[in-house]
């Protein structure tokens, strides 16, 4: 315990004295774990956005205007032989032409102008949620459908939902990407901050090493250092994520809760905000030790 108190004095002491330097490398450090928290906090409410959609994915089947009844029976017994629908509604023209009406007010006036209704009818399929995961098996009902007299087109949620998909983890490997660089360069910027401190102690250094003090003694400051800095980056870094997520909130707050079925916006986690901290902590340990093994 004396051991620890004597290497954080120290490298309080250090970083007070290069305080100029220290701050930058903070900011740094800061920047980087904000951008990794920014990024973190878009995945996972975008991930969250495309769960909720992907839950209440709907299969929707467009039918002819000169469909028979006969081709609705049909249609429909082959829905009800699927076994993968939870419930179906089968939606009239004019019942169509309605909900556009009551949806995009704007264009209602332009709907029906012509004198006759554009919208076709449909039969509107709410999946099980066993059978989203068998996604074989419902490709396989629509392609089914498609084929069958009376049906214009057959629309599937999953369709652009594993689009939306693709793009979410192309992103998530470009953050990485940049999150591993900036990581690097507040690492970088840590290890020059604590080597100030070091060519301001050398002879304080040289001495030590004469009297025979431990390794330990020696390189502890610097590692000290090192987690300082980078453990007041990752709380600067936390209070601006959270004061950046808080004014995002009271500006777009509503409409997010619209997208998200009410739900909200959700900050990060308090694991995921310890990881943060502890990933700061570790960035500037590594500089802090980097810069030890080469005084020592």
């Known amino acids: 315990m004396r051991a620890l108190q004597y290497f954080f004095t120290e490298a309080a002491g250090s970083l007070w004295r290069a305080r100029g330097a220290a701050l930058l490398a903070i900011a740094t450090i800061g920047v980087g774990l904000f951008v990794l928290g920014f990024f973190l906090l878009l995945n996972a ?3 969250r956005l495309v ?3 992907s839950e209440s994915a ?14 609705l029976k049909t249609i429909d017994a082959m829905i009800e ?3 993968l629908t939870a419930g179906r509604e089968y939606v009239s023209k004019d019942q169509a032409l309605e909900r556009f009406r009551a949806d995009f007010p704007d264009l209602a006036a332009t709907a029906g102008a012509s004198g006759r209704n554009p919208m076709p009818a449909s039969f509107e399929l709410r999946l099980r949620p066993g059978a989203r995961e068998s996604t074989g098996a419902v490709d396989g009902l629509v392609t089914s459908l498609a084929v069958l007299d009376g049906v214009a087109d ?5 369709q652009w939902l594993v689009r939306l998909n693709a793009i979410i983890r192309g992103a998530r490997i470009a953050g990485i990407a940049v999150v591993a660089l900036l990581g690097l360069a507040a690492a970088i910027t840590a290890s ?3 080597r100030l401190g070091a060519a301001a102690r050398r002879d304080e250094i040289e001495i030590m090493q004469l009297v025979g003090a431990p390794f330990a003694y020696v390189r502890g400051p610097f590692v000290a250092e090192g987690i300082l800095q980078g453990g007041a980056g990752a709380i600067v870094a936390i209070i601006a994520l959270a004061g950046v997520f808080h004014l995002f909130r009271l500006r777009f707050g509503t409409a997010a809760a619209a997208i998200l079925s009410n739900a909200g916006l959700t900050f990060l986690s308090l694991p995921v905000l310890v990881v943060l901290l502890i990933g700061g902590m570790a960035l500037g340990c590594l500089g802090g030790y980097v810069v030890a093994r080469r005084v020592t």
């Open 45 to 47: 409410n975008a991930q």
């Open 51 to 53: 769960d909720r959609w």
């Open 58 to 71: 709907e299969l929707s089947v467009f039918l002819d205007d000169d469909a028979t009844s006969e081709q």
């Open 81 to 83: 032989r699927s076994g």
């Open 154 to 158: 057959v629309r599937y949620d999953r």
């Open 192 to 194: 020059n901050v604590v």
